[in-house]
C-alpha cells in the first residue's frame, strides 16, 4: 500500500535502509546482527525524521575566518521509547541526537483483545516544553502507539512524532483516525495484519529478536 493512501506518513525509501530492512527481515538473522541493523537503521531514520527542525545562524570562529553558520534551535528534543522493543531503536537515535533527553513508556498487549495495558511511565518533567519522538519499531494494529500518544498528549505534550520500521494498514488507519496531527515516519508499509496482530511479511516479533527471548 503507497504511503500517498496516509498523507501524514513519510515511507524512507532510501536503499541502504532497505538492503538492512531486508537482512533483519530473514529469520535466520542472528540475534546480534539483528540488534546493530535497528539500531543502523534507527540512525538513518534520525537523520530523516529531524530534517525539518527549525535552525539559527550564530558566529563562529573557523581556522580562517569568523562568519554566521547554523544550528538547530526552536524546542529541545525528548525521545520516548515504547517498552520493550522501542528501546532497540534508541541507541540509534541517541547515536544522532546526543543531547536529547528520554523517557518510557510501558505497554504490554492483551493476548485475547489485543489492547495495549500501560505498567510504566516515566518522562522529564518539562516534557510539554519538547518535540518528542516516539519510538515503537511495529505498528501492527496501532493500539500501543496510540496509548502512548494519548499518555503523552495527557501530560501537556503538543509537538510529537512517532518513528516506525514497520506498519500494517490496519495500523495506521488506527492510528492516523485517532491522531491525525502526529506525522509518522517509517521504513515499510506492509501488506497487512495475520489473525494474531503480527505484521506480514513482517520480520516476527521485534523485541523477542531484539533481545534473544524467543
Same mark, same amino acid.
Given at each position: 500500500?503507497?504511503?500517498?493512501?496516509?498523507?501524514?506518513?513519510?515511507?524512507?525509501? +532510501?536503499? !541502504?535502509?532497505? +538492503?538492512?530492512?531486508?537482512?533483519?527481515?530473514?529469520?535466520? *538473522?542472528?540475534?546480534?546482527?539483528?540488534?546493530? $541493523?535497528?539500531?543502523?537503521?534507527?540512525?538513518?531514520?534520525? &537523520?530523516?525524521?529531524?530534517?525539518?527542525?527549525?535552525?539559527?545562524?550564530?558566529?563562529?570562529?573557523?581556522?580562517?575566518?569568523?562568519?554566521?553558520?547554523?544550528?538547530?534551535?526552536?524546542?529541545? !528534543?525528548?525521545?520516548?521509547?515504547? %517498552?520493550?522493543?522501542?528501546?532497540?531503536?534508541?541507541?540509534?537515535?541517541?547515536?544522532? %541526537?546526543?543531547?536529547?533527553?528520554?523517557?518510557?513508556?510501558? !505497554? &504490554?498487549?492483551?493476548?485475547? *483483545?489485543?489492547?495495549?495495558?500501560? &505498567?510504566?511511565?516515566?518522562?522529564?518533567? =518539562?516534557?510539554?516544553?519538547?518535540?518528542?519522538?516516539?519510538? =515503537?519499531?511495529? %505498528?501492527?494494529? #496501532?493500539?500501543?502507539?496510540?496509548?502512548? $500518544?494519548?499518555?503523552?498528549?495527557?501530560?501537556?505534550?503538543?509537538?510529537?512524532?512517532?518513528?516506525?520500521? $514497520?506498519?500494517?494498514?490496519? #495500523? %495506521?488507519?488506527?492510528?492516523?483516525?485517532? +491522531?491525525? /496531527?502526529?506525522?509518522?515516519?517509517?521504513?515499510?508499509?506492509?501488506?497487512? $495484519?495475520? /489473525? +494474531? #496482530? &503480527?505484521?506480514?511479511?513482517?520480520? #516476527?516479533?521485534?523485541?523477542?529478536?531484539?533481545?534473544? *527471548?524467543?
Amino acid at each position: 500500500m503507497p504511503a500517498t493512501d496516509f498523507p501524514n506518513v513519510t515511507v524512507i525509501d +532510501h536503499p !541502504l535502509l532497505q +538492503h538492512k530492512l531486508t537482512f533483519i527481515r530473514r529469520e535466520d *538473522t542472528t540475534t546480534d546482527n539483528f540488534r546493530r $541493523l535497528v539500531r543502523e537503521i534507527a540512525q538513518m531514520m534520525a &537523520y530523516e525524521i529531524t530534517r525539518d527542525l527549525p535552525t539559527e545562524k550564530v558566529s563562529i570562529t573557523t581556522p580562517l575566518t569568523t562568519f554566521d553558520s547554523p544550528v538547530i534551535s526552536g524546542k529541545k !528534543l525528548c525521545l520516548v521509547s515504547i %517498552l520493550r522493543a522501542g528501546t532497540g531503536m534508541l541507541d540509534g537515535m541517541i547515536d544522532l %541526537l546526543p543531547g536529547a533527553r528520554v523517557g518510557h513508556i510501558g !505497554l &504490554y498487549r492483551d493476548p485475547d *483483545t489485543l489492547e495495549a495495558i500501560e &505498567y510504566y511511565f516515566k518522562v522529564p518533567d =518539562d516534557i510539554q516544553d519538547r518535540l518528542v519522538i516516539v519510538l =515503537d519499531p511495529m %505498528l501492527a494494529t #496501532g493500539h500501543s502507539a496510540i496509548a502512548a $500518544l494519548d499518555r503523552l498528549k495527557e501530560v501537556g505534550v503538543t509537538s510529537i512524532k512517532l518513528a516506525c520500521l $514497520l506498519a500494517a494498514p490496519e #495500523g %495506521l488507519r488506527n492510528l492516523t483516525a485517532a +491522531h491525525p /496531527d502526529v506525522p509518522v515516519t517509517l521504513a515499510s508499509i506492509d501488506s497487512h $495484519l495475520n /489473525d +494474531h #496482530g &503480527y505484521i506480514v511479511p513482517g520480520l #516476527g516479533d521485534a523485541g523477542d529478536r531484539i533481545f534473544g *527471548t524467543k
